[in-house]
């Protein structure tokens, strides 16, 4: 799930000494949006997104964001790809990883990601 409006995220830190584990494994977890800017369901359908190779759609959740969900196979690995290019100090969007999006209001046909 990848976060379309845009603010200042939190920048990465390195693990210093005295940090804790725990704070670094959490950023890494929850990448350069952090804990504060992740979804939170239930999500509204927008829109269907034909770009791309990969099926995915526009949605709102709870608190009026809009995100991007892409389906299929590359989901998962783009976000830990994300997470890693952010911790050696690159730009990267705020990806999320959700086993299940819980969409309300999709229509009964879907141009894509039928299969």
Do not use: C
């Not at 791309?52 to 995100?67: L, Q, S």
């Amino acid at each position: 799930m990848h976060r379309q409006r845009r603010e200042q995220p939190p920048q990465p830190s390195l693990l210093s000494y005295g940090a804790s584990r725990k704070t670094w494994v959490g950023n890494l977890l929850y990448g350069p949006g952090g804990k504060n800017h992740e979804p939170h369901g239930p999500f509204s359908f927008v829109s269907e997104d034909p770009d791309d190779t990969n099926p995915k759609y526009a949605v709102r959740d709870e608190d009026g964001v809009k995100w991007k969900i892409k389906l299929g196979a590359e989901a998962r690995p783009e976000t830990v790809a994300s997470r890693l290019v952010w911790a050696v100090g690159y730009h990267a969007d705020e990806d999320y990883f959700l086993p299940e999006d819980g969409v309300t209001g999709l229509p009964g046909r879907l141009h894509r990601g039928q299969s």
